[in-house]
Structure formats: C-alpha cells, structure tokens
C-alpha cells in the first residue's frame, strides 16, 4: 500500500513537471495525454483511507526520498531545463517565437529562433521546420493529386533536418526532445532501425513523451522487434507495451496489461478507451460497449475512439443510440475523421450507402491515411456492387497497413460475389495469416473450398475444424461440417457434428432450420445404426416442430414402432432357423 | 489534378527546354546572335532530335540539364554546344512566374498556321512553322494546353523545380562567351558583338545571373536575383553566381547548418535545401513514354536478355512507382521480374496487387472497341495470369484450378478473346508441363466439353487434344491470328508427339484415320506459317477486321500469359506485351506482326522436330538454322534457346561430343537462367553420351542421376525429362555389364512411355531393349524386340529409327552365326541409303562397321582378293567412333582391321592399328568398366599380342 501511494505521488510529480516541459517544446498531443494521465491518478493520499494514519510517517520519509532521487533523474534527463531560467535576453525571443509557433506560423517562430544555441530553442526551432514542412507537404499533395490521390510528395525540410539533427546527434548535443525529432525524421527518411535506435534512445532519456513512444510503436510493427529493443524499466514503459499488443492484435495480453495499469491509473480515460478497443478487437461487444459508454459520461465531448464506439453500435444495430452518438459528434466538432466516420456507420446501417461513402470520402479528405474508413468505405461499395471501387478501397488499405485483416478479408468476399473462389482464396489465406485465431476467416476460406467451383471438400473440412477449435460462435463451423462429411457420405463424423452443434444451438437456445436440420439427420442415422431409442428421442423433439419436419417425424415414429414389433418377434424366429 | 491532363502530361523544367529549343527551330531570330543564323540543314537535324527525343523510350526519367547537354552535344556536336549553353543562359532568365507566364504565350507564335514575317529575320531565311498536327506541335500545344490549366501553385511548383534543374545551368552559361567567340569564327558570321554576351537580344529583356557575374552587390534587384528566395535575406547581398556554386559545394561537404545559419529557416521552396537530397529533381516522363519503357523492359525480361540486373530494376520500378503512383503497370513489372527470378511470394503480391488497381478500370491504352464492360474487364485476365504464373512455377493443380475459373469467369462475362487464351494456356498446360493423373479430373471438371459423356476418364492427350480443337475453332471464330496459328502449330506438335490411340473420342468423329499421320502434321505446320505470312504482307480481310479486336483482347489479357508460361517447346505466342500497342512505334509493321512473326519462327522449329523424327537431320539442321537466323530478334527465349539446343545435339550427332559441348557452353552464356533447364539438360546428356562411351562409368552414374533430379518430383510433370533421365539410367546399367538390371530398367521406361502415350519414345527402348538383349548374348530373345520396333517405326513413319532397328536386327542376326552373315548384309544394304545420307555419326559407324563384320563373316569372301571392301568401312567406322570417342567399338573396329592388315601381310598398318587398338583398350581399363568387356578386351589383346 506504502509503495502504491508513493508511486502514486511520484507518477503525479513526474508528470506534472512534464506537462509543463512538453507544453514548452508545443509537444501538445503529447502533454495532453500526459495530463490524461495525471487526472487518472488516484486522489491525493490525504483520502487514501484507514491505513494512511498509521503508516503516514514512514511512508512519508519514503516518499521524501524516492521523490528526490526521481528528482534527481529528471535533472539528468533534462539538463537543460536548470540552466534555461538563466539566459533571460534568449527567453525574449523564445518566448516570440513560441507565441509564433502557438500561433501556426511556423516559418516565422522557426525564423525567429535563428542563432539561439540551447537545446530548448533548437529543439523548438527543429519541430516548427518540421511541422512547416509537414503543411506545406500536405498543401502539395492537395496540389498535386488531389485529396484521395496518391502522391510521392515528401516534406521538403527532411533532408535539412537530418543533416542537422545528425550532426549534433553525433556531437552528443541532442536532448530527448531533439533525439525525438530525429527519430521522427529518421523514420519518414525511411531509416527504419536507425529512427528505432535514436527513439529508444529519447524514450530511455525521457519517457514522458508519449509521442516518441508512439512513434516507436509504429517501428515495431513485427512482433519479433519488440523484444530487441533495448528500454530502460519505467511505468510508462507499461503505457507503451500495452499499446504495441493491441497493435499487434495481442489483445488478451493487451488487455492483461491495461489491467494492471488500471490500478495504478483509476481514473484514466485513456486506459478506458484502450481496454474498450481491446474488448473490440475481441469481438466481446458488449464490455466495449459498457466501457464506451463509462467514457462518454466522465468526458462527454470526447471524439477519439468513437469510431470504435460506432462501430459497436453499427454490429449491434442500435439505431437510435448510433445517430444520438453522431448528433453529438457533429455538435463537438465536424471535421474531424472520426466524425465523419461515424456519420458514415450511421448511414450505412440506414442502407443509405451512397451517403455513407460521401462521410467516408470526407473522413479520407481529413486524414488520407484513415485505415478503417478506406475499408468501411469498401464494404459500402460492396453493398453499392460497385466491385472494381471496392477493391480499389480495400487495396488502398492493404498498402496503408498490410495488417489490416479487414480489408484482406473484404477483398476476399468481393471475389467471392464475383464469383471467383480461387481467387479470392489468396487473399482469405492473408486474413488468417494475420488473425490465425479468428474463426470467421477460417469459416471464409472453407466456404470458398467448399464452392460448387472448387469442391474441394477436404480442404474445406480441414478449414472447418480450424474454425471449430477457434471457438466458432456462429456456429456455421459445425454446421457446415456436419453437412460436408454427410455429403462425403461419413455418416459418424457427420453424426459428431450435428450433435455438436445440437448442443451448440441448445445452449445459446437459437431455433432454426438448422436444428431441424441436425434432429432430422440424427433420427435417420440412429435409426441406420439401430440405436431406436435415442432415434425416438430425436423424432419427439422434431414433433415441435411444423411442416414437413413434423411428417417426417410421424413416419418415422411408424417405422420405429414397426421395427420394434419386429424385432420382439425375430428372437424367436432366429432360434427356430438355427436349431435344427 | 486538371493540371495533368489525362495522360499524365505535366509541364516539367526539361519540358521548358524542349519548348525553348524548338524555339531555337522554329525562330532562331528570337535567340542571340550565332544560333539566329542557323543553316536550314542543322535546322532540320535539330528537329529530329527533338523528335527523338519526345518519343524516346529508353528511360522513365527526363534528362537533366547536363544530360540533355551532352545529347545535344552528341547530336549537333559544336552547334549543339552552344545551343546547350545558350539554353542554359536562357533558362536562368525565368526569374518569376511572370516570366514562364510571357514565354508560354510567345510559343504561340511558333505554331501560327500562316507564315509570320518577323521584322528581324534576314532576308534568305527560310521561315519554318510547326503544323498544329505535327509531331512536334503536338507536343508544342500540350505544352501550351498543360501550363494553362495550370493554377497559380502549379506555377510556383513549376519555378521551384526550374530552379533545381537548372543549376548546373550556371556553369554551362559561363562558359559561353569563350565557347560563343570559336563558334562564331567558325560559322564565319560577322563578329561585331560577339565577344561579349548579348544581353540586349534576349526577349525578355531581363538582367541575367550571366550578367551579374563579375558585378556584385547590385543591391537594388537583390530581390529578383535567381529563381525564387534562395538567398537569405539577413545581411547578405545577393550571390553571384560563383557564390551560389561555392555555397553548393558547402554544402554538399560541410553538410551542414553552419554555413546556411540559421539551417533551413529558408522561405519555402528553398531549392538548395530540395536538391540534397537528389531525388527532388527527378522528372518523370509523359506516361506514354513510361509506358513504353516498361514495355520494354518486360520484353527485355520476358526473353531472358537481362540488360539491367533484377535488384537494379526493380529499384527503377519503385522509382516510378513512387514517381506516378497511378501506373499500374510497374506492379506487373515487378510481378514479371520476380517470376523470372523464381520468387514466388513476391511475384503472387505483385500480380494481386497489379490486378486489384487495374481490375475494372480497363488498360490505360485501352484499344477502342473492347467488346467487354469496362466494369468487368479483367478479373479473368487475373485469372489467367494466375494460372500461367503457377504454371510457371509448377504448381500444375493450382494453374488447373486458376486456369478453370478464368473459363469460367470468361464465359460468364462473355470474354471470347481471353477464353480464348486461356483455352490456350490450358493446352500450354496440359501439353508442356504435364499434369498428374488426379489432377486431370479437375482440370476436366468445369470443362463443358468434358461433360458430354467420358469426362474425367480421358486421357490428358486425349483432353488436350480437344482442347487444342476447341481452341483453333474458337479462335477462327474470333478471327484471332495467332490464336489460329497457335492452335495449329500446337495440333501439328501434338501430332508429331502422340499416336491416336483410340477410335472414339469425345469429340471426334468415328472412323477416322488413327495413326501417325505426317501428313497431317505438314498439313498443319503448312497451313499456320501460310496465314502468318498472309497477315504480313498484305492485311487480309480476316486480319484487318481482327486487328481492333485482337489489340484489345490482349491488351486486356495485358501479356499476362505470355512468356511466364516458359515451359518448353514453344511458347504461347500470344499476347506478349511487346504487341499491345506498339502500333504508335514507327518502323513496325503493325500491332500484330511481332506475334505472328514469332509464331513463324516457332513454326520453323517444329519442322525442324518433324524433319528429324521422320529422318533427315541435314532438313531438320536447315530450318532451325533458320529459325535461328532469321527470328533471333522476335522470338522468345524458350524458342530460341530450343533452336541452339536442336543445333548443339545436331552437332554432337555429327561432329562428336567434344565439339557439342564446347558450343553449348556457349549456348549456355548466352541463356543464363531462363531456359536453364533444358540447357542443362541438353549438357547432361551429352556428357552421359561421352562418359558411357569412355566407360567412364562412375561419371556416368553422377550424371544420370542429376538428370533425374532436373525433373520436377510431381507425378505426371516432366514426363519428358524423366523419360531421358530413366533411359539413361538403363543404358547405363548396361554398360557396367548388369544385364538383368539394364533390362527391368528399361522394361520401366517401357511402361511409363505405355501409361503417358508416348509411342516414340517407345521404340527406342525397344531398341534399347533389343541392344541389352544382343550385347548380354542371348541375341534370339532380343529379335522380337528388334522386329517390334521395326514395325512400329514403319507404322509410324519414323525413318531414322526404323534404319536403327533395321542395323540392330542384322547385328542380332548376325550375332546368331555365321549363317546368317548375308541375310544381315542385305539388311544393312537395305537401309544403307538412308543412313549414310541422313544417319548419325553413331549409327554411320556402327552400319560400317557391321558391314565389315558381316562380309568377314562370308564364306565366299576372301580378304586377299578384295581386301577394300572390308577395310574401307572399317577405317570409316574407327575414325568416327573416335570422333564419338566411342572406345569400346573403336578398338574393335582397330582390332578387326589389325587382324584383316595383319592377313594381309602389311605389317606397318597393322602396326599402327594394333597400337590404336592398345591405346582404346588402355583408355577403357583406366576408366574401369565391366569384368566381361575387359576379359574380352584381354582376350583380343592376347591375340593381337601373338600376331605382333
């Protein structure tokens, strides 16, 4: 309880002094996560309960010094922070020039940082070159192709930027805040190892720069990058590993992790909107749900992860609650993707697809490279039966980020409605690769063996079992591989089947065709193997059922009934044929 | 996005240089003093080049300033000098948009319908307008047309990328004035003001960098000194232009902030800050152009030439593709150079990711009257490229799968041409690669014609062979040239290669004639290259109106199943890229011709295979040097490599295995990767031939053993390779002296060449089958074999190996005793003809040396009467099988003619036989052979020895 509190009161320290310092550097995305963290720290120990009083002063010599020598770290890791205060005629200007850069006009606080030698106004002259780069790129590519074009336009200041950063990066003169930029550089230079390397690097210095972290976590994207990164232990280590397993599609692990950080971070909307899209990912709709829903009340005006949220709507068809949802979203802030993507979800769920593609070309116009609108966008040309747009969408996904499995999947199912199993096996096979676990690729690909096309009905039995044993809740596993091995004439393995998904259906108590299905297959198989009671059984349960099930049922009870009398009578007649 | 036009024509620093030289074509007076004086006939060499170079496919990216220099340079050698330095000074005249802005409004001028007197022009000027359907005004008027819809920003792109390309400008301008003074006491013009640089001239009437070297600090157009704000404006007056030059090189060196203080606080679009980091000044060039450079680079690969190395290529390919994301075509580069480097994953990425961009949106080039919904286009196009890339790669049950479902998707988007092909890449299949017996019931599967009764239990020969029917009646519907060629040659190899076994097939009709039928074969082989031919010269009707179709058919089949179905034999002549669309090439004769010309070529080839199976290899050696000759340059690697191979084995029958194998080294330099397989196989086989002949028996094993391992281990695939490989084995084991072990190999060989129909093969292992009888001794139990094979090979009309079996059968005879010694002469007399005028080294030898045997043999002979008749043969005999270095029956033919010299007294001669005869027999027993050769070996020397 002692080290939790103190952690605690050290996390609130930490991350109150690095607020301040990233807001300094306009490293806002970063300080506002910071400060979301910081609010989702407990309540101060004052109201930590009972146990406080008898343990006050020893936890408070503790505190005392594990703060101090925290303090004493940052000092470390941020040298430049004491010695900034001093230089008061340089603070003039830095101070214009980060009016400037508050302002957007990065040209101007870049131009008026020039000649300032500490790392706190290179480090801010640095970022706004960047970011003017940054604009005027995006600006080029508008220019030059379009808003949905595709564009080779790079931000014109790398170059300059790498020399610099280099150069001082190999003096040793490089901050975390500048090694940051470097990686930042690094990377859009397409120097992938050596970005993680100076990432690593800025992180291991300073780690309450939750941007450089993000930035790691899109170097690492293969799995096997993450262990060979060489990090120093520290809590918002934790933050990072977590993140990097939802990436990856880790997400029980993930979600193991939020756990334990939830802990020590109550009160963190973040944490909440991680663990809800880990839920997501799991496909366990409604804990998302619950937890979406947790955010909006404590931060009602909030955006991220609402397309997550609307998704789960969207699966859910709740109507109502999705177009109160986008009411909102538009009210907070129109011209955000996420937004439009809602919108968009809202439409499509009114099958109001040609609007709905309208939300997501504007989604795509906000942020080009919006992953999951380019693949909602191609499900919506899918309902349009506008093939060619819909795999062009998908594909433009696929090249975004090969891990989506989404938009492999989706192009899969639009060459299946073209009607060309085979091919679209290939892009199925990417799907599972990348989501082994999932059944409903699985199901996907057995589906295409399965096809009149193919037949080839023991690949498809092998995709089946697949399925099965990554817990099919749909159940069409079961089902289909009842009916394959009827079709293939195994009577037992069909049996298992259908029992299986007799159960299945029992258990979820969902009626259908399907379990009229099953009944009337294993009534006739255990009449063929002679076992007429539990045959019985089966044409009692099909008697609740109307139609042609029912006929059957009666027809069959005849039979069994007749077979009975039969065989109460053919004792006595073996005996009599075999004694002579 | 407006601003490009559709095809992809942005206006582009070098663009403005065209512009400005056809300016110095059209209006030299509008230039400086020199070039205003340009004869008419450098004039006109100008305009070529030009030409050249608007059409120029050589690369995918415009030539800088200092490239398009040294073009000029090379093209017009001291006028192109100047003209490059003047185009330099001219080009550092663009200072604003404003400038651009008047220079595109002046070209207007250069393309007025009517003559348009300029006050300045001299009197005997030749005044020259571009047409405004020219060519050249073409290209003037997209120029025009691209920087009008130009907005502002495309402007200021346009000057900021100016900027980057013309800074090697600087140092050509200033070396102007020397160069301009020897230029002008060449041209023996007036020199009044040419020592200096005419500023004044220039139009635009601007101050230059040119004039600002030398005069620095001219404070007051500090602001307009070079292109946009490249100076930074704190405390610096402007740069000259030696300045600007040191400040680059600072640059480059130093690397760093310090020099440009501040670092990169430049205004934007700062160009030294751009040109860094080298890529900036990449142009690329029209699509057209890329296009074609593509196209060519495909053909380039697809015949295996490798002018630019794979990892080199593929780099270009990235290029472009970061370039102009919107050319599909580079992922089916990308997809060609990893098929031809057998990188399956990344060739499977590669074309997904090719036919998912460029599915439905029909080819770029797309030709006019595609029959098909755009929408529809090419799904089955992907298919097919699918199927022939797994063929490619041996995955016969997957191309059977992807080939089906192209069938299918084709017929149900009502896609005759592609259907088509794919019928044709199916035969390609079916035929070449060889399918494996479970697999052809899918491949039968979703056929429509196979359902009609038997189905699956056909035969493949049998399946392909309606195919093949299918395909050719198909394609005469369609009016499809090569398609009809195609299916022609491919029926006439069919007929060539398979003996119709039964009467009734699906398709055929009953009682029809069911053998081995070369006139059928000629008939076919006639009838396709006389269709090419017909197409060639004079654009028959068929063809003409099945030219539209075709080119749209392959461009939407886009070269997809072209050379990636490399197997062997010939290829699927089809759509290779090289046809789509290379009608806008001058000098071609149309879109089809390189198909169809290849198709000839294959058709020589086949002749050539014909002429050898039904007996005359100096025929067969003619048309494969033709092929060789005359379709080098248009046929594929596949065909081309097969005519060297045929040429090497026709060597090595006649002039031995030393003289092939040193030729088909060079055969093998020439075809490094792409047709390997055979290659190797062709050297495989040869070296086994030399090794069994040395009785370098260990060799022969390693060898033999190889060639098996060429063959793919799929059951039903390389039936070929694993016949050769399985008959080597025998023959072989037979010459280790394992008889029983020769002969169950051989009955092997027998039986597969029985389950895959492959009748000719058949007889030569019946023949085989026969030699291992004869040499084991027991040469009555080898006569039925002999005979078998006589009468097969009459039946099938297959002349040479009927003269085999013909020689064989008198050796047997003649091994059965003296007796029998004339009955065996009148049957190699009887074949003599044939053999002496079309046979083997081998079997020219072998026939010689029988003959002497069987004369030796006669009772009524004497060697001292007549002793020629015996020795001639013998000596022709022993100096081809040391040709063949056959040592075996080299020593006996020495041996014998010892023996026949030593009878007749003449001991020099016999001497020297004796000693060749020592020299073969040594060279046996080093290398080893089978105990009861040497014994017999040892026992001949014994016999020589007491002669000697």
Known sequence: ?580 | MSGHGGSGFVLTPHKLSMCLLLQAYVLPSAWSRPLSLLSSPIRHQLALFLLDLSKAVDGFLEPTLIELEQLLKEALGDVGEVLAQQLASRLLTFLSPEDIFTFVLSLRELLAPAPFPTPESGAGEEQLLLEQNSLLGQFLRRCILAFNVLSFEGTCRLLTDLDCYRRPALTIASELSIKKETFGTTLQQDEEDDDDLDVENLPLQRQTMTTSVGERGGAENSSRTFGVQIVPTEGRQALNAHEFVELQELDGQVGGGGVRDGGFAFAFGDSVNRSDSGNECQFLRTHGQVEGYLREQAVSIEKGLHRISPPELNANLVLIGKLAPNIHRVHYLEYLNCLHHTDYPAALTSLHRYFDYSAGRGAINCGGSAAVDANMGRFQAGLLSLGSMHAHFGHVTQALQALNEAVRIAQQNNDDSCLAHTLAALCHLLDEVGVTVDASAVGGASDPVFESGSGASLAIQQQLLLLLRRCLRRAQELKLPHLIAFSRLSLAKFDLKHVMRLPLLGGLRTGQQLAMAPSDVCKNLRLSPYILSDSLTNQSPIISNATSTFSSAVQRSNGSVPVSLGGQGFNFPGSLPSVNGWSTLPGRIGPLSDSLIKSAGTSHLLRAASWELYGSSPMGRVSTLIHAYCYHDVASADDLSLAYVKLVQHLALHKGYKVALSALDMVSKKFPLVARTRVQATKLQLLLHQALNRGEIKLAQVACGELSALASPTLGVDIDLKFEASFFYALTLLATGDYAGAAKAAQTVYCLCYSNDMQLNSVKVLLLLADIHRKSGSFVTGLPFALASLTLSESLNLDILHATAMVTLAELWLGLGVDHAQRALALLEQCLPLVLGHGGLHLHARTNLSMARCHLCLPHYSVLLEPETVLFPLQEAAEAFEILEDKMLAAEAFYLQAVVYNALGRLKERDAAATSFQRCTLALTNAKISKVYSASLECKCYILGQLG
């Open chain 1, 1 to 580: 309880m002692a080290a939790f509190t103190s952690s605690t009161t050290s996390h609130r320290t930490q991350l109150r002094r690095a607020i301040r310092q990233l807001c300094d550097r306009g490293l806002y995305a970063s300080a506002k996560w910071a400060a979301e963290q910081l609010v989702g720290l407990p309540e101060e120990a004052s109201s930590a309960g009972p146990f406080s009083s008898t343990f006050s002063h020893i936890e408070k010599s503790k505190i005392g010094r594990s703060s101090k020598r925290r303090e004493n770290l940052i000092q470390i890791g941020v040298t430049n922070a004491s010695n900034e205060e001093e230089e008061d005629d340089e603070e003039d200007a830095f101070l214009l020039a980060k009016s400037f850069f508050d302002m957007r006009e990065y040209r101007r606080a870049a131009h008026a940082l020039r000649g300032l030698l500490d790392k706190k106004s290179f480090f801010l002259r640095c970022y706004a070159t960047y970011l003017a780069g940054e604009k005027r790129k995006e600006e080029e590519i508008i220019e030059v192709a379009g808003p949905l074009g595709r564009s080779d336009v790079v931000n014109p200041e790398l170059v300059g930027l790498e020399q610099e950063l280099s150069l001082q990066f190999g003096k040793g003169n490089l901050d975390a805040f500048g090694s940051y930029l470097y990686g930042v550089v690094l990377y859009e230079r397409d120097c992938k190892t050596e970005a993680r390397a100076v990432l690593c690097a800025s992180v291991n210095a300073y780690p309450w720069n939750w941007s450089a972290w993000l930035e790691l976590q899109a170097l690492c994207t293969d799995p096997d990058v993450l262990p060979t990164l060489n990090l120093n232990e520290h809590w918002m280590r934790d933050f990072f590993i977590a993140s990097v397993y939802l990436d990856l599609q880790k997400n029980s692990e993930s979600l193991a992790r939020y756990r334990s950080i939830h802990l020590l971070f109550p009160g963190s909307d973040y944490v909440l909107a991680q663990t809800a899209t880990a839920h997501y990912n799991l496909r366990e709709f409604d804990d998302a749900e619950g937890l979406f829903e947790e955010l909006l009340r404590t931060d009602p005006y909030r955006i991220e992860g609402m397309d997550t949220y609307s998704n789960i709507l969207y699966v859910k068809e709740c109507y109502a609650a999705l177009s109160h949802l986008a009411h909102k979203a538009v009210l907070t802030d129109k011209y955000r993707p996420e937004t439009c993507c809602i919108i968009g979800n809202y439409y499509s769920l009114k099958a109001q697809h040609e609007k709905a593609v309208l939300y997501f070309k504007r989604a795509l116009k906000l942020n080009r490279k919006y992953l999951s609108a380019w693949t909602l966008m191609g499900h919506e040309y899918v309902e349009m039966k506008n093939t060619p747009a819909a795999i062009d969408a998908y594909r433009r996904a696929v090249d975004i980020n090969p891990r989506d499995y989404r938009a492999w999947y989706g192009l899969g199912q639009t060459y299946e409605i073209l009607a060309m199993p085979y091919y679209a096996l290939y892009y199925y096979r990417r799907a599972t690769q990348l989501r082994p676990h999932d059944a409903r690729m699985w199901c996907a690909m057995g589906q295409c063996y399965e096809s009149e096309q193919l037949s080839m009905h023991d690949a498809a039995i092998r995709c089946y079992r697949r399925a099965v044993s990554n817990n099919d809740r749909e159940g069409i596993a079961l089902h289909k591989l009842a009916k394959l091995h009827n079709q293939l004439g195994q009577a037992d393995q069909a049996a298992y089947y259908y029992k299986e998904n007799l159960e299945r259906m029992e258990t979820d108590q969902s009626e259908g065709q399907d379990v009229v299905e099953a009944l009337q297959f294993l009534a006739m198989h255990c009449k063929n193997q002679g076992l007429l009671e539990e045959c019985e059984r089966y044409c009692t349960r099909l008697m609740d059922y109307g139609g042609k099930a029912k006929e059957d049922a009666k027809a069959l009870f005849r039979e069994i009934r007749s077979v009975q009398q039969h065989t109460l009578t053919m004792p006595s007649m073996d005996i009599e044929q075999f004694t002579p």
